[in-house]
């Protein structure tokens, strides 16, 4: 296992969060109490809210010792797939913690949050974002936060930029969903891909569990981590915390969701093509994740930047120095904050 993830304990307990966030029921998480027993994903404080529309909403927090409290956060947004963790965006949050108030949340279905059976959809993710947003509103007040997913998780935020715009300053799109074909997707409001018949399938315990336990094998997620990659050059790190968050109690339940389509937004289009924020595209070019012709829809558009990385589809593991530099070039540029 990777070092990192044991040593740094993240869990410091704070006497005044109840006093710092008043109304919510938030909790410092230890990951030796959680019934999940994985450790951290990243270093800094982990804690939790219990959420009338979300359920239990796990997240990771820091900032460096001499920030003021007012300065602009960064929301970090993990992807969706049978494996995922705010581990996906360690490397941002540990180059970023040092700088400013970085937030890492665990979307419903993973990490420390709630993995209970229940219906996975992008209402619900979009909730967790806006369950975040208040947190984060509640420390830094109505100051706009900067704000970077990855993957699935795009449209999530997406969604959630176009029911609270004020929220955001700008938006960074990393190896976006939704863009791999024309035209783009204008389906009903909030309608999703999903396939009732096949999630009824993967929801038999003997069925659903099985190929879970089937795909998070060690070296299936080598296989697959390999195809995001496009290269067996993968993070021994993340392939060590995708196989120990598979072994958690309910796992399975959000991935299921995943394979059985519910989790893609049949209006992604729309959403997409409705965003006023400065957006920042990056994606790669080798593996399995590099057809996006949709985005000549948006391209054009002068709220949208889109640069391509000689990486796969997770550029900020494989040229973190300079995914960081290309993003803040493009975040100092006029024009890339929304006013």
Not at 119 to 134: E, G, Q
Not at 233 to 239: F, T
Not at 268 to 290: C, E, K
């Amino acid at each position: 296992m990777d070092p990192s993830l044991m040593a740094d304990n993240p869990v410091r307990h704070v006497a005044t969060a109840a006093a710092r966030y008043p109304g919510w029921a938030i909790v410092n998480v230890s990951a030796s109490s959680s019934p999940t027993l994985t450790p951290p994903a990243v270093p800094g404080l982990i804690r939790a809210l219990d959420d009338p529309s979300v359920g239990r909403l796990s997240w990771y927090e820091d900032r460096p010792v001499d920030e003021r409290i007012s300065e602009r956060p960064l929301l970090l947004l993990h992807s969706i797939n049978a494996a995922a963790s705010a581990c996906e965006m360690k490397p941002l949050y540990e180059y970023y913690r040092q700088q400013r108030s970085v937030y890492a949340p665990d979307f419903p279905g993973y990490g420390f949050s709630d993995r209970s059976a229940r219906m996975y959809t992008p209402r619900l993710m979009t909730d967790a974002i806006h369950a975040i947003l208040a947190v984060i509103r509640r420390r830094h007040g109505a100051l706009p936060v900067d704000a970077v997913a990855l993957s699935l998780s795009c449209e999530f935020l997406a969604r959630a930029a176009i029911e609270d715009p004020g929220a955001f300053r700008n938006l960074a799109f990393v190896s976006p969903t939704g863009f791999n074909r024309l035209p783009l997707r204008h389906g009903p409001p909030a309608s999703t891909l999903g396939y009732p018949r096949m999630l009824a399938i993967l929801n038999r315990p003997a069925v659903g569990r099985r190929l879970f336990r089937l795909l998070t094998r060690r070296g299936v997620i080598r296989y697959f981590l390999r195809r995001t990659w496009g290269s067996k050059d993968i993070d021994e790190g993340l392939l060590d915390y995708d196989y120990l968050t598979t072994r958690a109690e309910g796992a399975e339940h959000a991935p299921l969701h995943f394979l059985s389509g519910f989790l893609f937004s049949a209006d992604s289009g729309t959403l997409y093509q409705g965003l006023r924020h400065p957006i920042w595209v990056a994606h790669g070019v080798r593996g399995d994740f590099v057809e996006y012709r949709g985005l000549r829809q948006v391209a054009d558009r002068p709220n949208w930047t889109v640069e391509v990385l000689p990486t796969g589809a997770l550029p900020h593991f494989e040229m973190t120095a300079q995914f960081v530099r290309r993003y803040e070039a493009w975040a100092a540029r006029p024009g890339s904050t929304r006013m």
